[in-house]
Nanobody
Framework: QVQLVESGGGLVQAGESLRLSCAAS????????MGWYRQVPGKQREVVAT???????KYADSVKGRFTISRDTAKNTVYLQMNSPKPEDTAVYYC?????????????WGQGTQVTVSS
């Protein structure tokens, strides 16, 4: 079992910074990467940012230069620092952990945290 517990969502004004946290626990021995995804009603879930266990990061074009993903390996926690958020960043944000299980790769998700950016 893998547990991902997110925190830090809420209502902010445009331009006001926000930080999301996601703590992983349980059977995470084969952890390869963690990331943040977001979803708005009626649309598919989309990747926001990912970070591998070696520290390599990737960002969606829409958040490059504004959001930063980081990790604390000792705490098995990943963060998403959201600077200069815009109303279009409003979504439910989900933490993801990608874990190698034998020859397969499994995706695990947190419960989601709502981020609302007002104009």
């Amino acid at each position: 079992q893998v547990q991902l517990v997110e925190s830090g969502g809420g209502l902010v004004q445009a331009g006001e910074s926000l930080r999301l946290s996601c703590a992983a626990s349980g059977s995470i021995f084969g952890l390869t990467a963690m990331g943040w995804y977001r979803q708005v009603p009626g649309k598919q879930r989309e990747v926001v940012a990912t970070i591998t266990i070696t520290g390599s990061t990737k960002y969606a074009d829409s958040v490059k230069g504004r959001f930063t993903i980081s990790r604390d390996t000792a705490k098995n926690t990943v963060y998403l620092q959201m600077n200069s958020p815009k109303p279009e960043d409003t979504a439910v944000y989900y933490c993801n952990a990608r874990i190698a299980i034998g020859q397969a790769m499994g995706d695990y998700w947190g419960q989601g945290t709502q981020v609302t950016v007002s104009s």
